[in-house]
């Protein structure tokens, strides 16, 4: 999914830091990254200049650009998924489908207009955003209310893919709602980052909820998913008492979500 969200020169800052991290070395030729990564002096200056953009607000790396090399120090907390969640929300990509998640987009020109840009271009990346939907049975129309068109089970899914990274790094599990699902999801006996990914796919869940996009249908495929360790009732039960009362079609998705999501 990578290649839709950050543009090419963004990727190559991407691929850039994740190098100087994984070599741990102070110093490097500015030529030797041009070979390594078959690409222009331009190119890399470009890609450093945005990795230092992004160091004065996450000073956990420091990189000090000379005329012909580079040097660069990280500290023991460094994380490189802080750079890459940096990029993903500068591209226009996550812009517009955060947009739309929201339910912030009025109109083509509008959006154009916030991003400086020109609604040509804008249309010229949503027709290549139609490539990345088509993966998940997905598809784009301005001329829909929604204007992500497709099964609402098949929405969600999309949106947690390109959320879950963002939110994770936010402070959705410093309050009381994360406690309540901890307790609701105790006999998973799931590990904290299988925890987290399903609290994420809860307030996805609430939030299309929350605007009107309820699941009416599901494929069998999916009804008839069964938990080796928890059945459908016990799980109906407990969320109800724990999380809130939800459609049994909305049930029958989360429990086949916690079933399938963490493996």
Known sequence: MIEYFIKPEKNYAYEIILFLWQNQSKQYSLKNLQNHFHISRTIVLNSLEKLKSI??????????LHNSFLKASFSSNFLVNKV???????????????????GNFKTLD???QEHF?????????????????Q???????????????GEEYRIRHFFFMIFWHVLEEESV?????????????YFFQLAQSDLKKLFIFLLITRHRLSKGHKIT?????????????I?????????KNNIGPFTQEEICFLYYVFTVLPS
């Not at 160091?55 to 000090?64: D, G, V």
């Not at 226009?92 to 929201?102: A, G, I, R, V």
């Open 55 to 64: 160091a004065k607000k996450y000073p956990e790396f420091h990189l000090e």
């Open 84 to 102: 890459y969640i940096d990029l993903l929300k500068q591209s226009f990509t996550y812009n517009f489908f955060e947009t739309l998640y929201l």
């Open 110 to 112: 509008i959006f154009a």
């Open 117 to 133: 840009t020109t609604t040509r271009t804008i249309q010229r990346q949503i027709r290549k955003l139609n490539e990345l939907l």
């Open 135 to 149: 993966e998940y049975s997905l598809s784009l129309s301005l001329k829909s209310q929604s204007i992500i068109i």
């Open 173 to 185: 599990f410093l309050n009381q709602d994360y406690l309540a699902f901890k307790k609701f999801a």
């Open 217 to 229: 249908a599901l494929p069998d495929r999916i009804k008839k998913i069964r938990h080796p360790f």
């Open 231 to 239: 059945s459908l009732e016990l799980f109906k039960k407990e969320l």
